[in-house]
């Protein structure tokens, strides 16, 4: 218990410069996403694809984020695997908003779906299947703002855990992407 008041305590401590900035009310972007995707027979696959993310800032330095993504691997040897996520959750801004570089981190929550498809192949009939779970995203990330109202997301690396079949392993994923952000409601 103690260890975690010194946590609470720290993170208070990070944060109090963040109680004088004038933070944006929403924050909308996109960007391209890579993602490694721990496949259920313990190979790993390189996906790439989008991410869409949004916040509204609801506490000095908290914001409630939503993050959408997609990420695809077209190989039609082995089949062709789609994945998609939708998430939500806190995502601190332990410095604020309104500075040059920001950083921030967050943890979200949600769901996906897994979609894999193998086309015909040497006449057997094609395969499709489909599986719906549990996700959930930690990490964090740095924008550089080159406007007043927009930004560039240098880098947001996550890691990320899925449980699409049941009854087996969760997959660890990372995922790695840039993108733009544009902020409303700066004065």
């Not at 993170?11 to 909308?28: G, I």
């Amino acid at each position: 218990m103690k260890k975690f008041a010194g946590l609470f305590v720290m993170v208070a401590l990070f944060c109090l410069p963040a109680l004088a900035q004038d933070a944006s009310k929403y924050e909308v972007g996109g960007g391209l996403a890579y993602r490694s995707f721990d496949n259920t027979n313990g190979s790993r696959i390189n996906m790439v694809g989008w991410t869409a993310y949004g916040d509204r800032h609801i506490w000095k330095f908290i914001n409630l984020a939503a993050d959408f993504s997609g990420t695809y691997n077209r190989n039609s040897n082995f089949g062709n695997t789609s994945i998609y996520n939708f998430l939500v959750g806190p995502q601190l801004y332990p410095f604020g908003h309104q500075h040059k570089i920001t950083v921030f981190g967050q943890i979200l929550f949600g769901g996906g779906a897994f979609l894999y498809h193998l086309p015909t192949q040497n006449g057997f009939n094609p395969v499709t299947t489909s599986y719906a779970g549990a996700s959930w995203m930690g990490g964090g990330g740095l924008d550089w703002r080159v406007r007043k109202r927009w930004a560039i997301r240098v880098i947001q690396a996550d890691y990320e855990q899925t449980r699409f079949v049941s009854g087996s392993p969760s997959q660890g994923n990372y995922r790695i992407s840039v993108g733009l952000v544009y902020r409303f409601g700066i004065k």
